[in-house]
């Protein structure tokens, strides 16, 4: 092992190898992640795709399905032709915001969601 993996334990002096501390992977509001991590703390680590709220679980999927479903060259996936190139998938880290949305004068508001309310013009069936 290298000299970075090794640390000495306090007070023995005695030499033990470092484990590799996997952090539980979160987004942000308004983010998608995929990151090399937990998604829970005593699961084992793997490619993790989080979304902060439930309307990024849609977007998340299409993420997730670029890098381990879709073919990209000779039968294999993203991931997997990367790793047969040689790349380290532990340090894999993407992440993308949203961009701010800017009101229209003609979308609903939060008062009305589908543009206003009742109207008082309604036939009565015969």
Request: net charge positive.
């Amino acid at each position: 092992m290298t000299p970075h993996a090794m640390t000495t334990q306090a007070g023995t002096g005695a030499v033990r190898p470092v484990r590799k501390r996997w952090h539980v992977v979160r987004a942000k509001p308004g983010q998608l992640l995929a990151r090399y991590g937990r998604d829970e703390p005593y699961n084992n680590p793997d490619v993790i795709y989080s979304w902060p709220d439930r309307n990024g679980k849609c977007d998340t999927r299409v993420l997730m399905r670029a890098f381990e479903e879709l073919i990209v060259h000779d039968g294999n996936t993203l991931r997997q032709e990367l790793e047969a190139r040689g790349y380290d998938i532990t340090t894999l880290r993407f992440s993308i915001k949203r961009l701010p949305v800017t009101p229209t004068p003609d979308a609903p508001t939060a008062d009305h969601p589908r543009g206003g309310g009742l109207s008082s013009n309604t036939e009565t069936a015969r």
